[in-house]
Structures are given as structure tokens and as C-alpha cells.
């Protein structure tokens, strides 16, 4: 008789390895949430303009854009893009962020 332990190992192993595996296309990055005051948003479109347009950048995650509270919250992973680019994106469509250029 084949003892139980021999059976259960490699089932064991494929699960180990599998549960590896599995891990491989979950690559996750950290990310960071700002709200960034913008100036010049004037109804819900504005909010529209500026979330696709931040949205299309690489490495923005999420994007809400507030004409009441003049906020764009943004998630990104500072891996690929930072304050200043969501900032340049912001105003090449017509709005201002208060203190960058
Ligand atoms: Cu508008």
C-alpha cells in the first residue's frame, strides 16, 4: 500500500505552485490619491473634460472632478506620472491649477 503522505505531497506542491502562478499577473503598484484644486470648471461637462482627460494619462487609476468643490481627485501610481503632468493635462484643456505652471 502506497503510504497516504506520498499521495498528498504532490498535490500539495501543485497547489504551492499554482498559488505562485497565480500571483505573477496581479502585478499591483502603489498609488497615491491627491485632490487638486483647479480653477475655471463651471458645470458637470467641465468635471467630464477634465476626468477622461486625466484618465488617458499612463499611470492614472482614477479620476474625480468636482466643479463645486473646484477638487480633481486624482489616484495615480508614481511610477509612471506625477502632480506636474496630471497638472499639465489639466490646463491643456483650459483650466488653471492654482500654483504650477
Ligand atoms: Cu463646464
Redesign the pocket.
Known amino acids: 500500500m502506497i503510504p497516504l503522505r506520498v499521495v498528498i505531497a504532490p498535490a500539495v506542491l501543485v497547489a504551492a505552485a499554482l498559488a505562485a502562478c497565480s500571483k505573477v499577473p496581479v502585478v499591483t503598484y502603489a498609488t497615491r490619491t491627491v485632490e487638486i484644486p483647479v480653477e475655471g470648471?463651471?458645470?458637470t461637462?467641465?468635471e467630464g473634460t477634465i476626468g477622461s482627460t486625466v484618465l488617458a494619462l499612463k499611470g492614472v487609476d482614477a479620476c474625480q472632478a468636482s466643479f463645486e468643490k473646484k477638487l480633481v481627485k486624482v489616484t495615480y501610481e508614481p511610477a509612471f506620472t506625477d502632480e506636474a503632468h496630471i497638472a499639465e493635462a489639466i490646463r491643456s484643456v483650459g483650466y488653471e491649477v492654482p500654483g504650477t505652471k
Open positions: 470648471m463651471t458645470c461637462g467641465c
